[in-house]
């Protein structure tokens, strides 16, 4: 049966005084490195545009590190085997790195995100099918908060590595709506109904200039999409006011929104 206790009397043995003395010496001296070199990382980060929470991200990383070394080096001052607890430090953290893979892969993802800037909080994204407005950046996750106010969490990794598409990276967003006019309506008045509609349309901005053009020929009527830019906070309430007078102002010039209509003939008895 294993003795505990004589075990350690007999480590505590081979303590000399003079390990002991030495690893209070190497203690000491590196826990005035570590002051040191954190204030020095520290002042050195402060010059750098990365983001507070990156800075504070990096320094409790070489906080860690740095005490890992004190634990190490006094370690090896009273004389513990620094190769059989080098090895256990390296199976613990190659066990602990293979546990949280995921979570890591996540870590990295959300320093890419918070450092390369493809999107801040305020901003409306998509991606992966999910779209909303950035709410919380996290180093696991980043929080959206979809149109019909449900709360996702995307997580870095996957963000990180896959299409975004940033809707108010420049502060403003294009509205393209598309109406149909019946073929006999003339060209110049459909288009100039449309623009009737954009200046009863507040919040439409006068630069870009809206446009309006015939973009397609459908099997019940002409396509028209009217181009038009907003302010990204009056994105959405733009748009439908947009299509409101849209369809007062087509009733006001007479042009009829045409809908699939089906013509049934029927054949009477030649008798």
Known sequence: MFDLNGA???FAGKLALENILA??????VCLVAVRLLLKLARRLLGRTKLEERIRCYILTLLKLLLYTLTVVFTAGSLGVNMTSLVALLSVGSLGVTLAAEDILGNVAGGLVILSS?????GDFIESGGVSGTVEEISLNHTKLLTPDGLTALLPNKELA???????????????????SAAYDAPTETVKA????????????LSDPAPAVYLTAFGESGVDF???????????????????????????????EIPYNKLDVHIVGDSK
């Open 8 to 10: 350690l009397e007999r």
């Open 23 to 28: 690893a209070a010496l190497t203690l000491v």
């Open 117 to 121: 800037h493809p999107f801040a909080i």
């Open 161 to 179: 590595a896959s299409k975004v598409t940033n809707y108010t990276v420049l502060g403003r967003r294009r509205i393209a709506w598309k109406m």
């Open 193 to 204: 109904a449309c623009y009737q509609a954009v200046e009863a349309t507040e919040h439409v």
């Open 225 to 255: 999409t009217v181009y038009c830019w907003a302010a990204a906070e009056d994105f959405w309430g733009t748009q439908f006011a947009l299509a409101e007078n849209l369809r007062a102002e087509f009733a006001k010039a007479g042009v």
